[in-house]
């Protein structure tokens, strides 16, 4: 398995100015749409995150309110917010780290790949900006279907000069979330010191939680229960979309998962061991060229 997070960052590390206040290392953070569904809440919650010195919230629209919202919150992330084409550059300048959940959701009767024409394009224009403003920063490509979005990034970064598949990462980790959710529920365990890793992609049955791998073991489920599990961690999506009846998708629930792989990453920069997440990256695993696995988040 490819340490796909494993990296040497010392010398930008090195040149990384310090905050006074924590002794970390200062960390710009940007949201591009971040007055969507999902942006809104991870904004909220990336302005709570204490490893986040700068924070920029982008979108086409609306996003001057967003700002000025979070910002009024007593957390020290300095927040500016920007709007349009013509302020894309300044937003992304400098970051550290790029969060993208903009696009379109899903509505339903419509599937990860009813999303594509019109996210693909979002997509391919948002990362032409970040290979020219903040090439050497990590990607976290939230935007559905991801399965596709991720492999267009790449090419995007390809064509600029500027990819490293070491960078790019595709966020799985609300499959994660609802599977270590649904096992401790149905185990009757404690849900805060369960763990379950989910491979594959991030589309129906690409997504496959291992529940044979999940800790703490049990003896508690039998087949037909992991077979449930695995059915209602794939449909996961569909669940939340059918429940609020026409009126969302699954936004909080991915601005959670959202937010704890940017933390990862986060702490991965600022040099902390052993932090491992699931994400959908390139890989060597399968004869597919892209794979969600397990990814150790180390830049010591």
Request: overall charge neutral; some cysteine; hydrophobic content about 40%.
């Amino acid at each position: 398995m490819r340490p796909s997070l494993m990296r040497s960052t010392s010398q930008l590390l090195r040149r990384r100015s310090y905050s006074s206040a924590s002794g970390q290392p200062e960390r710009k953070v940007a949201i591009l749409g971040a007055a969507g569904g999902i942006g809104q809440p991870l904004s909220l919650l990336m302005k709570l995150n204490p490893l986040v010195s700068s924070l920029s919230l982008y979108d086409i629209a609306g996003t001057p309110g967003v700002a000025a919202d979070v910002s009024h919150i007593n957390s020290p992330a300095l927040v500016k917010g920007f709007m349009g084409d013509e302020q894309l550059g300044e937003a992304l300048e400098g970051s550290d780290v790029v969060i993208i959940p903009a696009g379109v959701p899903r509505k339903p009767g419509m599937t990860r790949d009813d999303l594509f024409n019109i996210n693909a394009g979002i997509v391919k224009n948002l990362s032409t900006a970040i290979a020219k403003y903040c090439p050497n920063a990590l990607v976290n490509m939230i935007s559905n279907p991801v399965n596709s979005t991720v492999p267009i990034a790449a090419e995007v970064f390809k064509k600029a000069g500027t990819y490293d598949e070491k960078k790019l990462f595709g966020v799985t980790t609300l499959d994660v979330v609802r599977a270590k959710t649904f096992y401790a529920g149905k185990a009757n365990l404690p849900v805060t010191d369960v763990n379950v890793p989910v491979v594959g992609g991030h589309a129906g049955i690409t997504i496959l939680p291992l529940f044979s791998q999940a800790t703490p073991a049990t003896n508690a489920l039998s087949d037909e229960d992991i077979k449930a599990l695995t059915k209602r961690t794939q449909d996961g999506g569909t669940e939340v979309v059918e429940a609020k009846a026409g009126k969302g998708s699954a936004t909080l629930s991915m601005a959670y998962a959202g937010a704890v792989f940017a933390d990862a990453c986060l702490k991965g920069l600022n040099g902390v061991p052993d932090i491992v997440e699931c994400s959908f990256v390139q890989s060597t695993v399968t004869e597919l060229p892209f794979f969600a696995s397990k990814a150790w988040e180390e830049w010591s």
